[in-house]
């Protein structure tokens, strides 16, 4: 069975690129390009892994974080936030959240990949 990767970014291209990749890989790919929609397809979805954008309208990634750590199902699945804001307190401040990982913007498909390896158990 495929490891399930949802990805929540508000950039369509960025979506369709990294879903394709992801797909590619060999993993089952979900998308949401806000965060409503993410948060009402996370307990349908069940992913085994979240990629999230911090700048997001509305709610950012840190919040999505936090309020994705208080459902039950998602306390133990890793979260990698993604942003173009790299700091040691952008950092800090994803941990905080419930981050996982951290991956800085702009990252090339096998940067991901590798911090996705890093983070999700390898099926046998």
């Known amino acids: 069975m495929k490891q399930k990767i949802l990805i929540i970014d508000d950039e369509p291209d960025l979506l369709t690129y990294l879903k394709t990749f992801l ?5 089952e790919v979900c998308c949401a390009g806000d965060v409503q929609s993410a948060l009402k397809m996370v307990p349908s979805e069940k992913p085994d892994l979240v990629c999230l954008d911090i700048m997001m309208p509305i709610m950012n990634g840190y919040e999505v974080c936090a309020q994705l750590r208080l459902q ?6 890793p ?3 993604l942003s173009s804001a790299y700091t040691t307190d952008t950092v800090r401040q994803g941990k905080i959240a419930g981050g996982s990982g951290y991956v800085a913007k702009p990252f090339t498909p096998g940067e991901l990949v590798t911090e996705i390896k890093k983070l999700l158990p390898q099926n046998v």
């Open 23 to 27: 797909e590619d890989q060999g993993y």
């Open 72 to 77: 039950d199902k998602m306390k133990d699945v």
């Open 79 to 81: 979260i990698i936030l």
